[in-house]
Every structure is written in C-alpha cells, then in structure tokens.
C-alpha cells in the first residue's frame, strides 16, 4: 500500500496512538507516498466539474493537507485560494511544495479547526477530499453550518462521496474491520483519532447540508466507474448557499 518513501509500520503506529492533530503532524513529511493522499484518479474529474460550474473567485480547500485538493482550486479560482487544517505539520509540506507562478491565484495557508472557521462569507466554492471520516456524526451539522457562514450568497460546497462497498465484498469486510479496530483503539487509548469512513453516509448528509441552508445537487463522475446495477461508484455533491 506505501511507496519505498512512505512511513514504515513503527511510524504508523506512533501516529496510530496520537491525537489526530500530532498524528498528522508526525506523518506529515512521507502522508504523499501514502494511499491517505487523494489519487489522481480522483481530483482530476473533480476538476472537470469544477470548470463546468466555474469560473469562480474565492476558493477554500477544508482540511486541505499538503494540498492535493489546492491544486485543484488553482485550476478554477482566479482571485484566492485557502487551504485550512488542523495539522501544522501538514500545511509545512503543503507551503513548502507549492509552486509560484504569476498566473495563479494568491494562496494562502491556515492552521485553523474546521468547525470553527476563523472566516467571514468570503468563498464563493469550497471544496474537500477524503476529510469527513475525521468528524464524528453528532459534529457533522455543526462543520456544514460553518462552511455555509464562509461561502457568499451563491457559494457552493463540494466533494466527492463514494458508494458503499457491496455488503460481502472484500472492500465491505476491510472497512468493517478497519472501523472496528479504531473503535477498540479508542476504548482503550487516549487520547482518540477518529476515522470513522464507514459513519458517512449520503443520504444523512445532504439531510445535514440541507438543513444547513444548502440545495443539494448529485452528479455522477463516470470516470471512476460504475457498479454492477449499473449506479456511479463516485458521485459529486455540489451543496449552493441559498441567496
């Protein structure tokens, strides 16, 4: 699963035992030689999306990393583009990797929880990748009604969300037991990483996004797929901020 660059199994389970915070932090130098990183595979129909829904001003990547997600806004905001974290060790790599060049948007860093974002309604999109597992259910109401007090009247928020792995699958049982072992970690160890993938289900969340005052809208990103009946594997969810 890791690059001969990537974090070795004592690493890992240093950052196993932290807090999400000081893990990130500590797997911050090798986290792009992981499969924790969004692949490719993943940001570039995103980006297409994106340009079909653009241009836009502002763009803020939430829980950005070391910047995967940036990128992607690069390609599709012309004024600004943010990305905020938690992790200063991540948002290092991030500034440390990024490229300069007159003709993208001014970037800017923040260490800054995401369910309290030290903004005003300045973003007219954001977006996020592979972050939500973090966040525990009962706090997922709480981080929209943040996005939406960011986004200007109009602003939209959007991510990608993948099918659920086929009950019986080998992709249902590695979730299964990934969630399970996280659980015991956290019935024993302090203080907790949450990463709970398996708790992010998209029928609850555009629930969540609508009672936070978004319209929710679904595409389908055919690139990635689609499943046996025929459904995307991968679908966009583009949230706007009612005007």
């Not at 000081?22 to 911050?28: M, P």
């Not at 309604?121 to 929209?144: I, K, N, W, Y």
């Not at 025929?230 to 949230?239: D, H, I, T």
């Amino acid at each position: 699963m890791f690059a001969p660059q990537g974090p070795t199994f004592r690493e890992l389970a240093v950052q196993a035992l932290s807090s999400v915070e000081r893990g990130y932090d500590l797997l911050a130098p090798k986290f792009d030689h992981t499969p924790f990183r969004t692949p490719d595979r993943v940001l570039t129909p995103v980006s297409r999306a994106l340009h079909g829904l653009g241009p836009f001003g502002s763009g803020l990547d939430l829980c950005c990393g070391t910047g995967a997600g940036m990128d992607v806004l690069r390609q599709v905001c012309r004024e600004r583009v943010t990305g905020v974290d938690i992790s200063a060790g991540m948002l290092s790599v991030g500034r440390t990797r990024e490229r300069v060049s007159a003709d993208v948007p001014r970037v800017e860093w923040v260490r800054a929880d995401a369910r309290a974002l030290p903004f005003g309604p300045v973003f007219d999109l954001a977006v996020s990748f592979g972050a939500f597992g973090h966040f525990l259910p009962r706090e997922r109401p709480g981080l929209f009604a943040q996005v939406h007090s960011v986004l200007r009247p109009g602003g939209r928020f959007v991510f990608p969300i993948g099918a659920p792995p086929r009950p019986g699958s080998a992709g249902y049982w590695t979730l299964l037991a990934f969630d399970a072992v996280m659980r015991v970690r956290n019935a024993l160890w302090r203080p907790d990483f949450v990463m709970y993938y398996r708790t992010f289900r998209l029928a609850e969340v555009r629930a969540e996004l609508i009672q936070a005052g978004f319209e929710v809208q679904l595409q389908a990103l055919p690139e990635l797929g689609r499943r046996p009946d025929g459904s995307p594997r991968c679908r966009l969810v583009v949230a706007t901020r009612a005007r």
